[in-house]
Nanobody, 125 residues
Framework: QVQLVESGGGLVQAGGSLRLSCAASERTFRSDAMGWFRQAPGKEREFVAAINWSGGSSYSSDSVKARFSISRDNAQIKVYLQMNRLKPEDTAVYYC??????????????????WGRGTQVTVSS
């Protein structure tokens, strides 16, 4: 069964940093684009960042572009989200996702083929 498993969430003070990891269970993910979405309480799920299979191209939402960075390790079939200068409004459940291409993930979550179960990030003020 295909799985994406997130880790690294937790509680952090505003201005702090967290690094999320997502481990994929299948070798096929080496050729997939990978990304992160988030959903805050009472809000719609939104795109955060995505990276293509080679790691040579990535997309980030405007709200996190200057603070978050996405990377991947295809040897370990993992994708990471480094989150710096966290703000209370970054509080959400963060979901790992896999899709055909990073641009598709950027434009719509309908292009996601697989979702992780999510990891909670809470930023206190």
């Amino acid at each position: 069964q295909v799985q994406l498993v997130e880790s690294g969430g937790g509680l952090v003070q505003a201005g702090g940093s967290l690094r999320l990891s997502c481990a994929a269970s299948e070798r096929t993910f080496r050729s997939d684009a990978m990304g992160w979405f988030r959903q805050a309480p009472g809000k719609e799920r939104e795109f955060v960042a995505a990276i293509n299979w080679s790691g040579g191209s990535s997309y980030s939402s405007d709200s996190v572009k200057a603070r978050f960075s996405i990377s991947r390790d295809n040897a370990q079939i993992k994708v990471y989200l480094q989150m710096n200068r966290l703000k209370p409004e970054d509080t959400a459940v963060y979901y790992c996702a896999a899709g055909r291409d990073a641009e598709g993930l950027y434009y719509s979550d309908s292009t996601v083929r697989y979702w992780g179960r999510g990891t909670q990030v809470t930023v206190s003020s």
